[in-house]
């Protein structure tokens, strides 16, 4: 049954923006302005182990060759690109983002389709994907449930969701070093090496929205009620979380 009131990955943070409204606008903003800097400060994110990550969490999600995916938020093409490298078929791995910029980022670097759209709308048919993934956008969309819906309607039954995130480690010693790694160490690293004051935001507020995030428990609720069975979730190091769905 649809909820009333929106499931938001985290509360409003009015250090970027004064209400829910205006949440959107911002986000998309700042992902436009940063989008030419994002595969740097990713690698430093991720000390270059990304690629190997993402691969082996499609390979885990079942992804095969001759399987159609819908990258969801697909910024740069990070997750795309090693979707691509398992299906061996351009055409079929579809990439949809809201950002301009990041689409405007990828375009150069994968030929793939392409489409702009919001997560909670996405503009494609029923049942058209073996798998939909998303890669550390989950906590910018506007409402879990709206967006685990679309998901679970744009993918074949016995398709799967596939979402990477980071969370907030539960052990307070690993917290307080990912907090001062990922809330100052990186925001600092950013602007030093690009000279951008919107990158030191936008690494700033991944940190916040990390940090503000709701339970992992509550994501994985969120997407057994939009219709998936065997909703889990796999972690590792206490931080890197793998959550998926089967569409029955």
């Not at 409003?12 to 004064?18: A, G, Q, S, T």
């Not at 936008?202 to 219709?227: K, S």
Request: with cysteine; hydrophobic share 40%.
């Amino acid at each position: 049954m649809k909820s009333e009131k929106p499931l938001e990955p985290h509360p409003v943070l009015p250090e970027y923006y004064p209400d829910l409204a205006q949440r959107p606008a911002f986000v998309r903003g700042l992902f436009d302005r940063t989008a030419r800097y994002y595969d740097r400060i990713n690698r430093l994110l991720s000390f270059g182990s990304g690629s190997w990550y993402r691969r082996r969490a499609l390979l885990r999600a079942g992804l095969h060759p001759g399987m159609s995916v819908l990258d969801v938020a697909i910024g740069t093409g990070l997750v795309a690109r090693q979707a691509l490298a398992i299906t061996g078929d351009r055409r079929m791995v579809v990439g949809l983002d809201v950002s301009i910029g990041m689409l405007d980022e990828v375009r150069q670097q994968l030929d793939l389709p392409l489409i702009q759209g919001l997560m909670e709308q996405i503009p494609i048919a029923d049942a058209c994907f073996d798998l939909v993934s998303m890669g550390y956008a989950l906590r910018h969309v506007a409402d879990l449930q709206a967006t685990f819906r679309e998901f679970h309607r744009v993918l074949r039954p016995g398709g799967t969701l596939l979402i990477l995130e980071i969370a907030r480690p539960t052990h307070p010693f690993k917290r307080a070093v990912l907090k001062f790694y990922l809330g100052r160490v990186i925001p600092l690293l950013g602007r030093a090496t690009t000279g951008s004051r919107d990158l030191q935001t936008l690494m700033r507020y991944y940190w916040d929205t990390i940090d503000h995030c709701v339970p992992p428990e509550t994501i994985i609720q969120a997407i057994r009620d939009a219709g998936f069975a065997e909703a889990g979730c796999n972690v590792e190091f206490d931080l890197f979380r793998a959550y998926f769905g089967r569409k029955q």
